[in-house]
């Protein structure tokens, strides 16, 4: 099955400066990319994704790449608030595959972004 | 719309005890899907369900654990008996059929075995 893993798992900015995440998945078959935001107490939300036809997609302060030869996705986000703070999951699934879309989460990066 | 329902919010249990999950789906979305949020493990797949009909339970660690979807607007994710290591937070995700392929999360469950 699907492997995600995700880098850092910690990661402490000052506010202003930019973050970025990274994820590298296994099954070259996947080809749907998100990413959520975990704030304490809530559940994911989603943030921003990615199909695999699509190099990079860019909303306000956030944006995501996907590299498919490599097999690896990042999350940058710029001009970082003090309430971009909270957990950020990336994810991997196979649409319209067998696995009727199932997504495989990373295991988290806590983001801290310094006043 | 409401967004994906879960109660109760918080549970504490003492071991042995039969615990019981809930969750209601968005109107109109066909995929149901239940994880476990521990700080070891992440967030795990326990089951999920597609038209009610349960897909994929692999994700679901022992016999204690069972799911149900009697109905499109309704899930139960069930633990009898209940052990201290079960302690997680239980989330309760939907997703529609087709387009908008990321889910939508509830707020969680988080279950407390003493």
């Known amino acids: 099955g699907e492997n995600v893993e995700q880098h850092p798992s910690t990661l402490s900015v000052q506010e202003g400066d930019s973050a970025v995440i990274k994820c590298t998945y296994s099954?070259?078959?996947?080809?749907?990319f998100p990413w959520y935001k975990q704030e304490l107490g809530k559940g994911p939300q989603l943030i921003i994704d990615?199909?695999?036809?699509?190099g990079e997609k860019k909303d306000q302060r956030i944006a995501v790449t996907l590299n498919k030869t490599a097999k690896h996705f990042s999350l940058h986000i710029t001009e970082t608030q003090p309430e971009d703070s909270a957990v950020y999951f990336c994810?991997?699934?196979?649409?319209?595959?067998?696995?009727?879309?199932?997504?495989?989460f990373g295991q988290g990066t806590i983001l801290t972004v310094h006043p | 719309d409401a967004g994906v329902i879960q109660s109760p919010r918080h549970e504490v249990t003492e071991m042995g005890q039969e615990v019981t999950l809930r969750c209601k789906p968005i109107?109109?979305?066909?995929?149901l899907f239940w994880y476990r949020q521990t700080m070891m493990r992440g967030l795990e797949l326990l089951i999920y369900?597609?038209?009610?009909?349960?897909?994929?339970d692999s994700g679901m660690p022992e016999d204690r654990f069972s799911a149900k979807m009697p109905n499109a607007s309704f899930s139960t994710l069930k633990i009898q008996p209940s052990e201290p290591r079960d302690s997680a937070v239980y989330f309760c995700?939907?997703?529609?059929?087709?387009?908008?392929?990321?889910?939508?999360f509830g707020s969680g469950t988080r279950l407390t075995v003493v």
């Open positions: 109107s109109g979305h066909d995929y």
């Open positions: 995700a939907s997703r529609p059929p087709t387009g908008e392929y990321g889910y939508t």
């Open positions: 369900f597609n038209n009610n009909v349960p897909i994929d």
């Open positions: 994810a991997a699934s196979n649409v319209g595959g067998t696995s009727y879309g199932k997504l495989t």
């Open positions: 099954d070259s078959a996947s080809n749907y």
């Open positions: 990615i199909r695999s036809n699509v």
